[in-house]
């Protein structure tokens, strides 16, 4: 099993351009995740989504949008990059309370 | 809401030295515990879970965590530290409700360096 895989490793986008960042993962998972962390301030829920065709917000869900249309994807969308949203991001899923992470993708607005 | 507390943004120690990294929850509802770790430039790793029982529960890597809910903790401890533990560590908190839908709540994390 590969686990939870993300895609892109890394990006750089300008102010305003729009991108989608792609989680899979092949465990069969119902819960699914995205955060985000920063410097000096843990992992914050962006949104997270309960099942195929389900999203809800999180903590820090302004700037993006979610998608769910197969149990194995969840989809994370920058509709206009700001500087602010330069992070790097996780996607996880759940089975059981226990949550597995995936590589990561660091993303860069300038 | 709930919310995590790792007091200690970075702490060093000698190899071979003992390690323990102090970690506060608060929730009013029974809590479930983690423990990660991420070296650089990497994910995260799972420690060690807390979800009821005994209240002293092993990891791996040689290491445990004590939760104490009388004092809100979940403290991470190691007896002798390696060179390849420097890390950051990453005490998090989730919900036992439902479906146990919501996401974990983070701590800051605490970075670890290792003194040779």
């Known amino acids: 099993n590969a686990g939870v895989t993300q895609t892109p490793k890394f990006r750089v986008l300008k102010t305003g351009q729009s991108m989608t960042l792609l989680c899979a993962q092949d465990m069969n998972h119902e819960y699914m995740y995205w955060y985000r962390q920063d410097p000096g301030m843990g992992l914050r829920l962006i949104h997270y989504s309960v099942g195929e065709g389900t999203t809800a917000k999180g903590e820090v869900p302004d700037g993006y949008n979610v998608s769910r249309l197969k149990k194995q994807n969840f989809l994370l969308g920058l509709e206009s990059a700001a500087p602010s949203q330069t992070s790097v991001y996780f996607c996880?899923?759940?089975?059981?309370?226990?949550?597995?992470f995936g590589p990561g993708t660091r993303l860069t607005v300038t | 809401a709930q919310s995590v507390t790792q007091p200690d943004i970075h702490i060093t120690v000698s190899e071979g030295a003992s390690l323990e990294l102090r970690c506060n929850y608060s929730y009013g509802a029974t809590p479930y515990l983690f423990w990660y770790v991420q070296s650089p430039g990497q994910g995260l790793q799972l420690l060690l879970k807390?979800?009821?029982?005994?209240?002293l529960v092993q990891g791996i890597k040689g290491f445990e965590a004590e939760f104490k809910r009388s004092q809100s903790s979940f403290n991470l401890r190691k007896p002798s530290v390696h060179w390849s533990d420097a890390a950051e560590y990453f005490c998090a908190v989730g919900v036992l409700t439902g479906g146990g839908a919501d996401g974990l709540t983070f701590g800051k994390g605490t970075h670890l360096i290792i003194q040779p």
């Open positions: 996880a899923s759940k089975q059981h309370y226990e949550q597995y």
């Open positions: 807390y979800f009821s029982g005994d209240t």
